[in-house]
């Protein structure tokens, strides 16, 4: 074994680094051992170490290992190291080989597969293995390169995982990403890295590696006696028991109504993700329904758990909106937003109270003893109180239907009755059922459908039996964030053939991108259509912990059992609701959703602050690409039009989250700015109704980004005199090289706008674009005078129309396109072709009522981005028209 280490122990100098020497003495064990270490030292990488011969055989892999079949991963053949090198993690100074930190990922042991010894199998360059870790399960092989396989001096291997029960397709590095602290301490890097935390438990160490063998023999489920036969040489032959790693967890069935038995509990239903969690000597383990290690995604939660005793325990990790109700929509934006402090783990059930085993105890007795094991670590804090991120689950043990009742009439999803008197069984059983109030539901997306090259919706699907059945689209609840990360997971999941079966299947056409049926997603919908479709679909986040071949069709309680009103009796389909009630939007709170903002829309119907909020939603991926990184001032009225209205540009205190705060150069208080879908639906929760925008380009509020012609009539003029105006504007646009669009400005008005490509080395001014959008309204007024003029007194507008280029200096503003205005018939600032811009034009129709309809069928303004032309040429061609005139 020295000839072995040689090489190892001359790369490094034992007086400088941590780092074992070798000879402390570490003895082979029955079963042959494997550890990953994640080492940043000149690359971040991946160590592999096999056991073998006495010593680790070591592999530097580049880019981590992967689970997915299709991911192969270079993995560099190093020197041998020594056993104890299992138990190292810490950091290896500056200047010494390999200087960097390191984080123990995964260990346990490893079989070799097929006829071959291991050694003969690296001597061929093809080496089968099988490993048993605590993250890394199943089989692979390291493949030796073709160019290495002559004895040379490089040694470079491919590591590829075989498909089994632990393999996956596309993102096999997730299990990187989802696993980033340490399988020994449950450190991260930089607290490695800081000299902070807990010292690794020992795994290499003979008695360590005893209870080792336990804990994998207690997975498999080999007797006591069966380990007691081999112990590994030196260890004591009696083996404490130890908790298993992870549990599969007991699942719900779904009923129509809750069981009418005495001898159920009735708990409410979670919107969250169904979490396991692991307290062993201080340190937390939080792992999903997969077995995913998620414990870096809720350091807060792990951190409020680690004074719990040893214990196993289920929950859900959750949420809470403004009333204390779980929000799922709002935990995907804590997760992607990485802001989990306030999120909450509510515990209820108690599989491993120490090293004893609960799991055949009745349900009853598991939830006494989980409410005690809470209560008492909450007393310990002193003040009465304990960490409120740590919950316990309250039951019931009244009538489920009543129960379900009232969880309804809270907005709650609803309720999961339990059998009291049964074991926890792993698995989906019927001692756990689920009953709705309302159709939340996981769905398989197996296609999405673009419009002109944009995302527009998902074609989605669940299993009945073997076969994977189309239940609709949805349409609804993408922000533009939402779909900027969401195409590209789709996209890597895109196949040639339709993963929907049976009739109702839709069929191939020139916008459908059919998916593999992979990605599981959460929705929200208001029931099933008598083809067994889903109404009103909106798209609430991917499920990352929940396999696609679980997703079953599902429906909410039967409203006739549990005496609730049915919300397809009510306008728009909307749940019945209490007086004052609030309502949800995209995952945003509306308080008083049913107060009126404006009298009518022309049907004599009021429209309430959810109608704006449900406008918002179906217009705002429109909407939001002419909004976004732009400062935005907001006409609000709290009260409605015929109520006090007031103009605000600046941040208020209580500012919603979801709007951004920017800063302006000469102003010290931050501008609002609108950024995403659901900021528009914050903006219509305070009473705003307008949009008005700067004409930047975004994120650049000193640079001109597109110009607008604001055609303003005096009160006698023909709206068919403006529709001339607004078409003589493009011509004269066209003729000095830039491409114009037309909007209606929800008035009695037309907006003319050019996009402007923008020179990031030496961009044009303010001062620049208004000077050109006055020149070509002065060369408009002095070629008909009887027509048009450029000053804004009124008195001078009879007959005329006033063209304001006043609207293209730095903080001017213009109302959005789709914006709604606070006028009486709730009209929109409508985006036009061209061809509709003719004499009999209508603005007052197009309405918070009638424009999202129109826009599923319109086309206009979806080449705006294509028709960024340069502002410079065009001025030096308008410089030239007066020159010549």
Known sequence: MADTLSTYRSKRDFEKTREPSGEGGVK????????????????????????LGGVFKSWAVTKGPSLDPQDKRLAVEVEDHPLDYGDFEGTIPKGQYGGGTVLLWDRGYWEPEGSRSPEEALKKGDFKFTLEGERLKGSFVLVRMRKDRDGGKRTNWLLIKHRDEYSVDDEGAAVLDENTTSVASGRTMDQIAAGKGRKPRPFMMTKAAVEADARWDSRHGLAADKRKKAPSKGASQSVKPVMPDFIAPQLCETAARPPQDSNWLHEIKFDGYRIQMRVVDGEVTLKTRKGLDWTAKYPEIAKAAAHLPDCIIDGEI??????????????????????TGNLVYFAFDLLFEGLEDLRQN?????KQRLQRLIETDADKGGDGGGDPRLRFVEHFETGGDAVLRSACKLSLEGIVSKRADQPYQSGRTRTWVKSKCRAGHEVVIGAYAKTNGKFRSLLVGVYRGKHFVYVGRVGTGFSATTVEKLLPKLKEHETSRSPFTGIGAPKKTADIVWLKPELVAEIQFAGWTADGLVRQAAFKG?????????????????PDTVALPDPGKTKGARPARRKNAKAEVMGVILSSPDKPLWPDAGDDEPVTKEDLARYHEAVGSWLIDHVKGRPCSIIRAPDGIAGQQFFQRHAMPGTSNLLELVKVTGDKKPYLQVDRIEGLIAVAQIGGLELHPWNCEPGHPDVPGRIVFDLDPGPDVAFSTVVEAAREIRDRLDELGLVSFCKTTGGKGLHVVTPLSVNRKTPLSWDDAKAFAREVCQQMAEDFPDRYLIKMTKSLRQGRIFLDYLRNDRMATAVAPLSPRARTGATVSMPLNWTQVKSTLDPTRFTIRTVPALMDKSSAWQDYCDGERSLEQAIKKLKKTRRGG
């Open 28 to 51: 082979g064990s029955n079963r042959l051992r494997f550890v990953i270490q994640k080492h940043d030292a000149t690359r971040l990488h991946y160590d592999l170490r096999l056991e």
């Open 318 to 339: 959750c949420a809470l909106d403004e009333n204390g109700a779980p929000d799922f929509a709002a935990l995907q934006a804590a997760l992607s937003e990485k802001a």
């Open 362 to 366: 009745t349900l009853a007795d598991r």
């Open 542 to 558: 991917l499920r990352k912990d929940k396999p696609a071949d679980e997703v079953e069709a599902e429906e909410p309680a039967s």
